[in-house]
């Protein structure tokens, strides 16, 4: 049986067998995070796997090399000498939330100006001793600084340039180091059972764990991991399709390898998705949240979030606009997807070429039920990889002997 003892300021002491999950409470660079965790997870572990956080690194995993030093309430910790379940209600800040990759920290932009990253994988370490360093004790002089620093180990011996790059820093800002400049409330898009939103408390997040939650998706900053645009005629009249678009459950069933499972209320819904390329073979559980049907303005916006058990997780907003035309009805989707886990390794290429069959597979699909006002004849498959890598394979040949023929 799990006891956890009551926190007195410190990391608190948790009685648990190794694999007994405890619930933790975290605030990682801003953003609310609730994780149920196996005891043994360290807080690198917990970072790296459950919440997508790799840019911690881990070395030694004794506390020596300092790789993976991120900041546990304002102070600097060796993150793989700290289970995750100790730290229920800290505050921590990764490397992640020093800077943004358009506006990086004084001490990145150091870095990178005085060829202080080497192979990189000592950085994260030394940025963050460096910033807990400069942050706490601002007089500290350039004699002191090897010795201040001699906690992470750089093996590429570059430690010349990282002691010049964080002296500079110091004296660019005397009076106090910027704080970090990434900390925000955002979907942290992780493997397994870390969830996040943008609440205060978590509390959000904590419910969306369960079988069928209804949370408020909320999408990753940044810039998406695909940006689908593609027009396409469908020949039957504009008022057809938007019958497909009222009924929730018919749309669904135009959605290649979608499934409907549960109207969660208040435009919330519950599916299933399987899509498969080559040896990766993913099932995904999630969420769907119609955040406009807007039939004058002939726009439809849906957000979704989904899961696989493999970790793979992927977001998206994508929005389904259409127009009458002389043929019929012009409708053109615009997507943003996030992805991460093992859909992540997907190239941009092949993952939007992907999208793009998947939403012809729709088109076909969404035009016989707006032919007929029925489900299409049979269910709209998941896409196999053979037509989804050999129909772009095939599209880009027809393409490439186009204009050879010009």
Request: hydrophobic share 40%; aromatic share 4%; net charge negative.
């Given at each position: ?42 807080l ?20 020596v ?8 309430d ?34 990145q ?36 600084l ?14 010349r ?42 509390r ?64 919330h819904?519950?599916?299933?998705a ?54 019929g ?41 707006a ?12 896409p ?11 599209a ?11």
């Open positions: 049986m799990t006891e956890v003892v009551a926190q007195n300021g410190k990391p608190r002491a948790v009685k648990a067998a190794a694999d007994d999950l405890v619930e933790v409470r975290m605030t990682v660079n801003g953003t609310p995070a609730v994780l149920s965790l196996p005891a043994r997870v360290t690198a572990d917990a970072l790296r796997d459950h919440l997508g956080l790799t840019g911690t690194h881990v070395g030694c995993e004794h506390g090399c300092g790789m993976c030093t991120v900041l546990v304002g102070q600097a910790a060796r993150a793989c000498l700290l289970f995750a379940v100790q730290l229920d209600g800290s505050d921590v800040v990764t490397v992640e939330g020093l800077g943004r990759p358009d506006d990086l920290h004084p001490l932009e150091a870095f990178g100006r005085n060829h202080a990253l080497q192979c990189g994988f000592c950085t994260p370490g030394f940025l963050m001793s460096s910033y807990d360093l400069l942050s706490t004790k601002p007089e500290v002089t350039e004699e002191e090897p010795e201040e620093l001699s906690g992470v180990i750089c093996r590429c011996t570059g430690y340039n990282i002691l010049t790059a964080v002296n500079e820093t110091r004296e660019a800002h005397p009076d106090g180091i910027p704080a970090p400049g990434n900390c925000a409330h955002r979907a942290l898009v992780g493997r397994a059972t870390g969830q996040a939103g943008g609440s205060t408390d978590g959000e997040a904590i419910e969306s764990t369960e079988d069928t939650p209804r949370i408020d998706i909320v999408l990753p900053d940044g810039d998406p991991t695909i940006a689908v645009d593609i027009e396409t005629g469908i020949g039957v009249p504009v008022d057809a399709v938007w019958r497909v678009f009222d009924d929730i459950s018919l749309l669904a069933r135009c959605l290649p390898g979608a499934e409907l499972t549960e109207d969660l209320g208040d435009d819904y519950a599916g299933r399987r899509v498969s390329v080559g040896p990766i073979k993913l099932a995904f559980k999630g969420v769907a949240h119609v955040v406009e049907h807007d039939r004058a303005g002939q726009c439809l916006r849906v957000l979704a979030q989904g899961q696989d058990t493999g970790g793979a997780q992927t977001q998206a907003d994508i929005v389904l606009r259409t127009e009458a035309t002389a043929t009805t012009a409708m053109r989707a615009e997507a943003k997807v996030y992805l991460t886990g093992r859909i992540a390794q997907f190239g941009r290429a092949l993952a939007g070429d992907v999208s793009r069959r998947m939403f012809e597979q729709f088109a076909d699909a969404l035009r016989e039920a032919t007929s006002g029925q489900a299409p004849s049979g269910p709209v498959k998941a196999s990889a053979l037509k989804l890598l050999f129909a772009p394979l095939f880009r040949i027809r393409t490439a002997l186009r204009r050879k023929s010009r």
